[in-house]
């Protein structure tokens, strides 16, 4: 009852801002015979929305074989939430927008002392940054060299007339960054009290970590332990660290201040991202693991944008994934939405999502997929279909019985689910 509630408030809020009404009828199947497949077949829900400037009322009308229909409403208005289930309570409950405030109040107090946006300023956090920049920027020094060349984007197939600098900091200079760094860190308390106000909000919002700490403090004295710990190890394997990484070398390239690489690589191996074109015609984004003059995509992504639509592709050769997008710029449905489609596959199984308009009554259609014998197909769909024409669901005619506090509404909605179960299982 509660992820009815839930449907319902989001498709409200949506529909309210868009100030638009009509009925929805939901139509789901599932691709493999059986009796499930036959209960889901002879279903069926209809979602009634009416939404102006004022507010919002929404239905629901759930059909399902065996079972007693499900009717709720939900209503959106200045005075605050409310919903009622004609079928399980006569009841139609309004709950006030100070109870929804104080819910928001008790979900940021979780020690909001100890880790609040004051506590927390851009300026310290830039602070931090700069001090770990700076150090970083040591490297910069001997072997680097900076010149104009055409450049091979080897992961995205094209080349590049840019500045490449290259830097390749010898093994002192790499044991003298690492030794820094860490001593750095040992002795930062600025580092150190950040990280603690993070640990102190990460126990308050981690009900794992208060079964295995007392406190706060406890958990926090524990991670700020095992971090002074591994700086410790760092600081005296500085130069076992320095000559792994030995050798390694780091390219940028750049133009007018344009990234179109950033590389790191040793002995012909390497990772590094690549970037090129222009997000208004053709743009094309990756992510690459190199091995001598091949490149294999970990994540590359082509976005184009033409007169009609935007489309996107996505793929990687590590992993079975595959992205495709596609939202027209000229055609709608009949709610207003672009027509669309997504398709996500990733190893043996995705998702869709498309809003059509072959189908003048089709909002949009959403379904799960799966790898069978001829490759992937539907599992399961679900379709959204209306004619656009207006609803006719009202606000309940009756007196309504407010809520005006959290307690009060956890007791209703105990009632309620205590009923609710009563009817759907009579």
Avoid: H
Wanted: hydrophobic share 40%; aromatic share 10%; with cysteine.
């Amino acid at each position: 009852m509660k992820k009815i509630i839930s449907v319902l408030l989001v498709l409200a809020m949506v529909f309210a801002l868009c100030g638009c009404g009509t009925d929805l009828r939901l139509k789901a199947s599932l691709v493999e015979d059986g009796q499930l497949n036959e209960i889901v077949e002879q279903s069926s829900a209809v979602l009634s929305i009416n939404a102006d400037d004022d507010g919002a009322v929404v239905g629901m009308d759930v059909s399902i074989p065996g079972m007693n229909g499900i009717k709720a409403i939900l209503t959106i208005g200045g005075e605050g939430l409310g919903f009622t289930l004609p079928d399980i309570d006569d009841a139609y409950y309004l709950v006030s927008w100070d109870v929804f405030k104080g819910m928001a109040e008790d979900a940021t107090s979780m020690d909001l002392d100890s880790f609040s946006a004051s506590d927390l300023p851009v300026d310290e956090v830039s602070e931090i940054f700069s001090r770990y920049f700076d150090i970083l920027t040591t490297l910069i020094g001997e072997g680097t060299t900076a010149e104009e060349r055409t450049y091979e984007l080897t992961g995205l197939k094209t080349s590049v007339d840019a500045q490449v600098i290259t830097v390749c900091p010898s093994k002192d200079a790499w044991a003298q960054f690492f030794t820094t760094v860490f001593e750095t860190a040992r002795d930062d308390a600025q580092l150190k009290s950040l990280i603690e106000k993070a640990l102190a909000f990460a126990y308050d919002t981690t009900e794992d970590l208060k079964e295995t700490y007392d406190s706060a403090e406890a958990f926090s004295a524990d991670a700020l332990a095992q971090f002074n710990d591994l700086l410790a190890q760092g600081l005296a394997n500085a130069d076992t660290i320095a000559a792994v990484v030995a050798g390694a070398t780091l390219e940028l390239v750049q133009k007018d201040s344009r990234i179109y690489a950033v590389k790191g690589t040793k002995d012909g191996m390497g990772i590094g991202y690549e970037g090129y074109g222009e997000f208004s015609d053709v743009r094309s984004d990756g992510l690459f693991l190199y091995m001598g003059e091949s490149a294999v995509r970990i994540l590359a992504n082509t976005f184009q944008n033409t007169e009609d639509a935007f489309t996107t592709y996505a793929t990687s050769d590590l992993f079975k994934l595959e992205i495709t997008g596609t939202v027209s710029k000229t055609e709608t449905t009949p709610l207003g939405i672009p027509v669309s489609y997504l398709n996500v596959i990733v190893e043996d199984f995705g998702f869709y999502a498309s809003a059509d308009s072959e189908d003048p009554d089709t909002v949009f259609e959403i379904g799960m997929l799966k790898n069978g014998d001829e490759g992937v197909e539907d599992a399961f769909s679900l379709t959204v279909r209306t004619d656009g024409s207006p609803s006719e669901i009202t606000a309940p005619g009756v007196e309504p019985t407010y809520i005006e506090s959290m307690e009060q509404l956890q007791e209703i909605m105990e009632s309620i689910q205590e009923k609710f179960s009563a009817y759907v299982g009579a």
